[in-house]
């Protein structure tokens, strides 16, 4: 290591900040005035209620803070351990996580650019740029980072189920979720996106295989497996409530008319 080491270093190290802000004020710009993503929200298509009860929603904004926690731990174990699969992919999804809990949080205190400094993905961003990753050493500061955002998610997830009157027996399936994760990738000896794929499979079919040949595969894999299990959910609440309403309705109605009968009677 000499002279020449430390310069790149320190080049690499100014670049990632420079990305990373370039990112943020392109994001932060996108989100607050850009018109495409305006039009969108005014929409029906970003509407929940188009598409979910008002309980649910209130369900799937808990399991986000929940979701949000879970994918920090798989970016961790990937920045800590050497598995040789979709590593570009790892490096995006942590530039973009880093990205949104930038955006998301405080930037006022000591404290808070402190955080801002360690959610840096300095070991991706530079990965991604240069092909390799020389300051790879700045990814422990930025899993210690990530723990205090783990802290965090937990905290609002607690705050948001107390607020809405929600009850938390959700945190028990995402521990049985997240345990099944961790000890399937002890046990199997796979890697964190086989083991979440095994898993959500094993949970919502009878499979215990990892789908896909490769990440963006297992991704795939991911989303119609738990995007069917939601919707599965969602249609057995609403023809549930349909049910009850009709029944309720129907109660009411054979109420109304033996008021009236009485009254005629009378």
Not at 22 to 28: E, H, Q, T
Not at 90 to 108: E, H
Not at 151 to 157: A, C, H, L
Request: glycine share 6%; net charge positive; hydrophobic share 50%.
């Amino acid at each position: 290591m000499g002279i020449g080491w430390v310069f790149v270093s320190i080049f690499h190290i100014l670049v990632a900040i420079g990305f990373f802000t370039a990112l943020a004020y392109i994001a932060k710009y996108i989100v607050n005035k850009g018109r495409l993503i305006a039009r969108f929200k005014k929409s029906r298509l970003s509407n929940p209620q188009e598409y979910f009860p008002s309980e649910e929603i209130f369900l799937l904004k808990q399991v986000f803070y929940l979701i949000v926690i879970l994918v920090i731990i798989m970016i961790c174990l990937y920045l800590t351990f050497d598995w040789n699969e979709g590593f570009n992919f790892i490096y995006l999804l942590d530039t973009v996580v880093s990205l949104y809990l930038a955006l998301k949080m405080d930037k006022d205190s000591l404290k808070d650019k402190v955080l801002l400094f360690l959610l840096i993905p300095f070991g991706s961003i530079t990965a991604l740029l240069f092909g390799d990753s020389i300051v790879a050493l700045l990814d422990l500061t930025h899993i210690i980072g990530y723990l205090y955002f783990i802290k965090v998610y937990f905290r609002k997830f607690i705050d948001y189920s107390e607020n809405n009157e929600l009850g938390i027996a959700i945190i028990l399936l995402f521990g049985i979720i997240l345990v099944s994760f961790l000890f399937t990738i002890l046990v199997e000896k796979v890697s964190p996106m086989d083991s979440i794929t095994m898993v959500s499979n094993a949970f919502t079919s009878n499979s215990f295989d990892a789908s896909g040949k490769n990440i963006i595969g297992k991704l795939n894999s991911l989303v119609l497996a738990w995007s069917g299990f939601i919707l599965s959910g969602v249609g057995t609440a609403t023809l549930a409530a349909s049910i009850v309403n009709r029944y309720v309705s129907r109660q009411f109605g054979e109420m109304k008319d033996l008021v009236k009968k009485k009254k005629e009677e009378k």
